[in-house]
């Protein structure tokens, strides 16, 4: 009965270099999310997953931001040369499908120096 | 576009007390989901309830208690008997994925609950 876990729980990056944050969702769990939660703009959605379909990438605030999904599973946000604006906690979500509950992850907090 | 509002930034109360929380949303569509997720110190979101549009019966849960008003398009959130381990930040939030795909939660800005003992 594992939850969604998140890793790493803190990471600390010098700006102009490139992070990936890992989130593991709940097993069986179809769809996925990353949100970002910061000082100035809230909880922010970035990136959806649903199943085998294109993910929506309507939250992604530049073209530095990237998501994949391996095997229906695992997913990775990539953050390319970091910048201060994007320290914040990025939170994963995933739910049984799309239009249930989102269960939460712990966070990765992301500090860029 | 979707838009949820928490007039409320923090709420301070006595352990016993009852607090409500106020939860406001706009959106275009006519069916939708309602959320309320805590956030305690430790940082997890954790999922309160999910609500239909189209069922605006209250609930309640232990302590908890929900009111629903799709004529006013609030989905209020009432804590009874307050205890300290209510102290966190509650986020009400809102999608409508049955109408528009939109699967994505839009959050309002969180109440910060302080319960003192």
């Known amino acids: 009965g594992a939850g969604v876990s998140q890793s790493p729980s803190n990471k600390v990056t010098e700006k102009g270099k490139d992070v990936e944050l890992r989130c593991d969702p709940i097993?069986?769990?179809?769809?996925l999310y990353w949100y970002r939660q910061s000082l100035g703009q809230g909880l922010e959605f970035l990136i959806y997953?649903?199943?085998?379909?294109?993910?929506?990438k309507s939250g992604l605030p530049s073209d530095r931001f990237s998501a994949e999904r391996t095997g229906g599973s695992v997913s990775t946000l990539t953050i390319q040369r970091t910048q201060q604006e994007d320290s914040a906690v990025y939170l994963c979500?995933?739910?049984?499908?799309?239009?249930?509950?989102?269960?939460f992850g712990p966070g990765t907090r992301l500090t860029v120096t | 576009a979707q838009k949820v509002t928490q007039a409320q930034t923090e709420i301070s109360v006595v352990e016993k007390e009852d607090v409500t929380l106020d939860c406001v949303y706009e959106?275009?569509?006519?069916?939708?989901?309602l959320f309320w997720y805590k956030q305690p110190p430790s940082g997890e979101l954790v999922f309160l309830i999910r609500?239909?549009?189209?069922?605006?019966q209250n609930e309640i849960s232990g302590r908890y208690s929900w009111n629903f008003q799709k004529s006013t398009s609030s989905f209020n959130f009432t804590i009874t008997a307050s205890q300290v381990v209510d102290s966190a930040v509650y986020f009400c939030?809102?999608?409508?994925?049955?109408?528009?795909?939109?699967?994505?939660?839009?959050f309002g800005a969180g109440t910060t609950v302080t319960v003192r003992a």
């Open positions: 609500r239909n549009s189209f069922d605006e």
């Open positions: 939030a809102l999608s409508a994925p049955l109408q528009s795909n939109d699967y994505k939660l839009s």
């Open positions: 979500a995933s739910s049984q499908w799309g239009q249930d509950e989102q269960y």
């Open positions: 997953f649903q199943g085998n379909s294109a993910p929506d």
């Open positions: 097993s069986g769990h179809t769809a």
């Open positions: 959106t275009r569509d006519t069916t939708y989901y």
